[in-house]
């Protein structure tokens, strides 16, 4: 059984000690958010990033989107444009691919965060765009969000 992480996939903000996850941009160029109808500058945020399940399938990355019933729905995170085709996965290259599996098939459960806030930092500093996963962390998945028989 799988215990989806809560607000998977979605930007998670910290503001003074308060988890929000109804945040808007304010504006092109405003280094800013919009917090429950306020503008907070970056420099004031506590914490600002995003997390994803992720699952191995026949030895190839998937991005976790729903688990049910025994059964797990994923889209293709791998490299290999080939590789989902040769093993009949709905979909094609401009849309993606797609999978669903008994969970029974799956490996390597985890959860990827991404610290948007550094990668903000960053691109401030550096103008420039860090390297794609210079602030991603990876971590197994625990004992409560992947239970197995």
Do not use: C
């Amino acid at each position: 059984m799988i215990h989806v992480i809560p607000n998977e996939n979605q930007d998670v903000v910290v503001y003074q000690g308060r988890v929000a996850t109804n945040i808007a941009t304010s504006g092109p160029g405003d280094r800013a958010l919009i917090i429950d109808g306020v503008r907070v500058p970056y420099e004031e945020l506590d914490a600002w990033y995003a997390e994803r399940m992720l699952f191995d399938w026949r030895g190839q990355p998937f991005h976790l989107w729903r688990y049910r019933d025994g059964h797990v729905d994923g889209a293709f995170a791998g490299n290999d444009l080939t590789w989902p085709l040769d093993k009949g996965l709905e979909g094609n290259r401009n849309d993606g691919w797609f999978l669903t599996a008994p969970e029974s098939e799956i490996e390597n459960l985890r959860i990827e965060k991404i610290d948007i806030l550094e990668r903000q930092r960053y691109r401030q500093t550096f103008k420039v765009n860090p390297p794609e996963d210079l602030f991603t962390y990876v971590r197994p998945a625990t004992d409560q969000e992947w239970i197995r028989d």
